[in-house]
């Protein structure tokens, strides 16, 4: 028999997420829903599985390396301890391998992991289950990802989710969830072997980038385009948020990157509500207005250089 590198066709330098990818490849291609009645297929598969089940754990995969396990994952005797009885136990151990199978019925996900049985057998002892020989608990967690809008991520709803097994769940949106945040779905990832519980779906949220909108910590934020006309004369104004439209008003004299604070309505949080912050941005006009630039000039040409004084620049 090949060592498990070779199984796999990495070499023994390949890193763990290339072991990955070499028995996903092999049982995307060896898996027996695709090579039905094919009992050589079948058992080459459980070879790649059993060993992904030792080279894909970090762990094991170093006691592995240092000769210490076997490509059963059986302890090594000493050398020239037990030679005799080595000889004699490997042989058992052989039986019991080839007596073993993997329930395919079970794996609904060609992703899902297979475990070998330890082999270990005795008057007293049991034979373990694959998943309780490996120390694993469960199936795998498959992870999902969905985009969402950025009015959705503040005020919360609800998405539907096709599953890889072709099953669609409802998933419940919490308000004030942010990018990158992951929702568990218990139960709802790949199935477990002989008897592990499912794993379970991890749904990524991503929210998608808004026009206008800006978010910081539990703050929103918007820059709001004004007139120069409400600049000056000030007034009261519409102005969106993620929740509907809200008036704000405008004071007189407002320059432009005067902030404005709407309190407490940011994103709401279980203790605390943050707030929508507004940056007033003057807007002069396109077009040359001979009325405009006459009242400017009769108002004072020297303003401009008398701020900058203020200001210390002059």
Known sequence: ????????????????????????????????????????????????????????????????????????????????FGAGFGGFRNAQNQNARSSSTFDFNEAEDIFSEFFRFNGKRGPNTQRQSPYEASGRTKGLDINYQITIGFEESITGGTRRLRLNDGRNVDIKIPAGIQDGQVIRLAKQGGPGISGAPKGDALVEIQVAKHPYYKRSGNDILLNLPISLSEAVLGGDIQVPTPTGKLTIRIPRNSSSGKRLRLKDKGVKNKDTSGHMYVTLIVNMPTDRDLELEKLVKEWGQNNGEALRKKAGLN
């Open 1 to 80: 028999m090949n060592d498990l590198y070779t199984r796999l066709g990495i070499s023994k330098s390949a890193t763990q997420d290339e072991v990955k990818k070499a028995y996903r490849e092999l049982a995307k291609k060896l898996h027996p829903d695709r090579n039905k009645d094919d009992q050589k297929i079948a058992d080459k598969f459980k070879d790649v599985s059993a060993a992904y089940a030792i080279l894909g754990d970090a762990k094991q995969r170093a006691m592995y390396d240092r000769g210490e396990i076997d490509d059963n994952g059986n302890q090594r005797a000493p050398s020239g």
